[in-house]
Every structure is written in structure tokens, then in C-alpha cells.
């Protein structure tokens, strides 16, 4: 009985006070968790979505079979084909043109119609013809044409997919989501490029470095055709991939709070617009990564070492992108985005001065930085296009950057063809470090200080 009329020593709080306690600290604790802090995301925010992680998988694939022809591209062109540097500017720069262009026109389309998916299937289908068409071609004109196929279907894909990413993947996370993305592309690349090295290995021997300039190329054209045609058949894998993804319902946009911006010219801000402006600064500087290849076996590498030495670009590339993306979601993606380029200045001032000071030893330690400075930039940039976009217009948004872009690398790649033509290759790379440098200083200068979603 006595418990009965002293129930205060038995317990320490009534059972209905704790239940007060619980509620109360849950909902300080939703409340605190929700704000725009992302230095302590719930759960749920931090985890990477489903879509991001399939379209990964799909990526890797694609760049398993696209990367082992790339490398060997400018080798085929020039040694195989007999063409000129101006040419293969020419080709990549061709080839960027049908991306900018068909990205713009995917990613309003998307956006019009709210269907991202169909564009991802059509855009890992076609790169299968066109590297069949390659691996067939007797004249650079076959290979522009099988590059331009190849090319249209990266136009395809690329803003529908990017979008289905952002839509999936909040403000917080986001940069996390796309150095996931390009970690898992870089990653399929390494593979891709380790195979064609290994079976150009296998195909044509692996002569000493040193007489490496000496040994014809054109005398080992029946094994750039064989490889084209074993990526050709691995690209199917991918394309059979992308009939798993769905289209994304952007979960993470709801618990984000925005302030309005101001409308622009297409619907888009203007903080959008000035963002845009300053990479296409850095772009005049961004040739074709074909000419560091193309520089590589000119000062010595075989074609397999130049393959070998792309796949080293690649891991740094891989390993360093999704850190980079997780910074750029604390720090700020322009601070990382200005580090790569002045990464990218110092690596073309290095390719300038290669042949004369450190010959073909300095490729290596030259492209795995090359690969640090895609790794801070390239997802890092397609985050920061995302930032300043509205939800419906984000297709259109980055395929107008791609456009832009595109066609401003165009026309870097025709003129560090014609430089390298009539000059020589370090006026190509050494033009290429001044105009980064440029725009690493416009950055603090410039930038937007706010995005769409008030991120600095």
C-alpha cells in the first residue's frame, strides 16, 4: 500500500512526461536536421538515390567501350590514315559540335515532356554503330562519320541523364552525386583503356620507348580495327543497362528551401547566365584531349605506353572525383572548379616544354595531374549548372551549357590544330595555359555569390 501513496519514489518521471520529452526532442531534432546545414544531413539525404547509382553503372559500362578507342584515335587518324593534325582538330572539334548542339535540343525536349529516360536508351544505342563504322573505316572521312554518330549519341544522353541525377539528388548532396557519376564513368574508362592496352600488347608487341617515334603506325592498323570492333560489341552491355532506370520523381527538392530568383532570357537566372559566361572562358583554352595524346607519341611513347599512360589519367581522374564532388558540396563549387584549372594551366605549360626538358618521362606524372584537374571540374561543374537552375528547366539549362561549351571547343580545337600545324605543339599547350589562367582569375571577379537554391 505504501507504494501506492508514494508512487513518486518509484519513479522518476510520470510516464506521460516522458513520452513529452521524446516528442519534443524528435521534433528539435527533424527541425534541425532539415535546415540548409548540410554538414549534418539526415539519414535518408545522405544516402546516394537508386537512379544515381544505375545510371553509374551504366556509365561504367559505356566508358569501358568508348575509352578503348579514344586513345587510339589520333594514332589512326595521323599515323594509320595518313591525316593532318588540322584534320583530327577538325574530327573532335566536329564531333563537339553535334554534342552542343544536340544536347540543347535533348535537354529542352526532356524538360518539355517530363521524360528524361527514352533519350538515355537512344544515346548508349548509337555509339555501337558509330565505332562499328570506325573500326570498317579506310579514309579519315569514315571516321568523322562513325565520330559524328558516336558523338550524336552522347548528345542524346548526356542532359537527359544529368538531369535525372539533379532531379534525384538534392542541393546537399548533389556534388557528391556527380563525382559519384564520373567516378564510376572514369573508373569504366581505366578499364577500358587497360584493355585496349593490353591487346594492342598482345597484337603488336611492346617495343622499347626509345625507338618507339621510329616504328610505323600504319603497320599496325589491322589491330586499331580489331580493338574498335571488341568496343563496338561491349557497348551493347551498357545499352541493355539502361532499360532498368526510371524516371526520377526529385524527392530531394521538396525539403529544400529557395528563394526566388528572377527569371532571364529563356526562363533561366541570371546567375545561371554569368556562370556560364566564365567557363566558356576557361573552354577557349580546353582543346581536345587528343592533342595530349597525339603529344605523347610524338615525343617517344609506343601506341600501347600512350594507351598505358591515358590509364593512368584515368585512376586519378577516378579516385579523386567523388572527394572532389563531397568538397565542392562543403566548400563552395567554385573554389574547386578554380583549383582545376589552375591544375589544367600547370599541366599544359608542362606538355609545352615536355619534348624539350623531360622528354617521354614526363607524360606519366603530366596526365595523372591532367586527371586531378577533370576530377575537380567536371562533375563539380555539371553540380554547379544544376545549383543555378529552376527544377523545370534544368534539362534545358545543361544543354545550353553543353552547347555553349561545345562549340567554343570547337573552336579551341581548330586552333590548336592550326597552331600545332604552323607553330609547332608547345604554342598549342602553351596558348591553352594563358587562357586558364585567365580564367582562374575571373572567378573571384565574376561569380555568382548565390544560387536557385541559396547555396554560396
Known amino acids: 500500500m505504501a507504494v501506492v501513496a508514494h508512487p513518486a519514489h518509484t519513479e522518476a518521471f510520470p510516464e506521460n512526461t516522458i513520452d513529452t520529452l521524446v516528442l519534443v526532442c524528435v521534433s528539435f531534432l527533424r527541425t534541425h536536421m532539415t535546415t540548409t546545414d548540410t554538414t549534418t544531413p539526415p539519414d535518408s539525404a545522405t544516402r546516394l538515390p537508386r537512379p544515381v547509382i544505375l545510371l553509374g553503372w551504366v556509365s561504367f559500362l559505356a566508358d569501358v567501350s568508348s575509352e578503348m578507342v579514344y586513345p587510339l584515335i589520333p594514332m589512326f587518324v595521323v599515323g594509320v590514315l595518313g591525316a593532318s593534325a588540322t ?52 579514309a579519315w572521312p569514315m571516321v568523322l562519320t562513325g565520330r559524328l554518330i558516336d558523338r550524336l549519341g552522347k548528345g542524346l544522353r548526356a542532359s537527359p541523364r ?33 584493355l585496349a592496352a593490353g591487346l594492342l600488347w598482345w597484337f603488336t608487341g611492346s617495343p622499347a620507348e626509345a625507338d618507339a617515334a621510329a616504328t610505323p603506325v600504319h603497320g599496325t592498323g589491322w589491330a586499331f580495327r580489331v580493338v ?77 605506353a600512350v594507351v598505358l599512360a591515358y590509364a593512368l589519367f584515368n585512376l586519378t581522374y577516378s579516385v579523386i572525383s567523388y572527394p572532389a564532388g563531397l568538397m565542392s558540396d562543403r566548400l563552395g563549387r567554385w573554389r574547386v572548379i578554380a583549383l582545376g584549372w589552375a591544375i589544367y594551366a600547370a599541366v599544359y605549360a608542362g606538355f609545352a616544354f615536355t619534348g624539350l626538358a623531360w622528354g617521354a618521362a614526363g607524360i606519366w606524372p603530366l596526365l595523372a595531374l591532367y586527371g586531378v584537374y577533370m576530377a575537380l571540374t567536371d562533375g563539380v561543374s555539371k553540380a ?55 580564367a582562374v582569375v575571373l572567378v573571384p571577379v565574376l561569380r555568382p555569390r548565390a544560387t536557385v537554391a541559396g547555396r554560396p
Do not use: C
Request: hydrophobic share 55%; no cysteine.
Open 384 to 438: 554547379l549548372v544544376a545549383d543555378h537552375a529552376p527544377l523545370e528547366k534544368r534539362g534545358t539549362a545543361l544543354g545550353i551549357f553543353y552547347m555553349a561549351s561545345g562549340l567554343v571547343t570547337l573552336l579551341a580545337s581548330i586552333v590548336a590544330g592550326v597552331l600545332w600545324d604552323r607553330v609547332g605543339p608547345s604554342a598549342t599547350f602553351g596558348a591553352g595555359a594563358v587562357v586558364a589562367v585567365i
Open 87 to 138: 584534320t583530327l582538330g577538325g574530327i573532335e572539334g566536329g564531333a563537339a559540335l553535334v554534342v552542343a548542339f544536340v544536347t540543347a535540343w535533348a535537354g529542352f525536349r526532356s524538360d518539355r515532356h517530363r521524360r528524361r529516360v527514352p533519350y538515355v536508351r537512344i544515346g548508349y544505342g548509337l555509339p555501337v554503330i558509330g565505332k562499328s563504322l570506325m573500326a570498317l573505316a579506310f
Open 162 to 194: 544529368d538531369a535525372l541525377i539533379a532531379d534525384a539528388a538534392g542541393p546537399a548532396i548533389r556534388g557528391r552525386a556527380f563525382g559519384f557519376h564520373r567516378a564510376m564513368d572514369t573508373a569504366g574508362a581505366m578499364v577500358g583503356v587497360l
Open 228 to 304: 574498335f570492333g571488341i568496343s563496338a560489341a561491349l557497348g551493347l552491355l551498357s545499352l541493355a543497362l539502361t532499360f532498368l532506370v526510371r524516371e526520377s520523381e526529385a524527392p530531394a527538392q521538396v525539403a529544400t528551401p529557395k528563394r526566388p530568383a528572377p527569371a532571364g532570357r529563356l526562363g533561366l537566372p541570371g546567375s545561371y547566365w554569368r556562370t556560364v559566361a566564365i567557363v566558356l572562358v576557361f573552354s577557349l583554352a580546353n582543346s581536345s584531349d587528343a592533342f595530349l595524346l597525339l603529344r605523347a607519341r610524338e615525343v617517344g611513347l609506343s601506341p600501347w
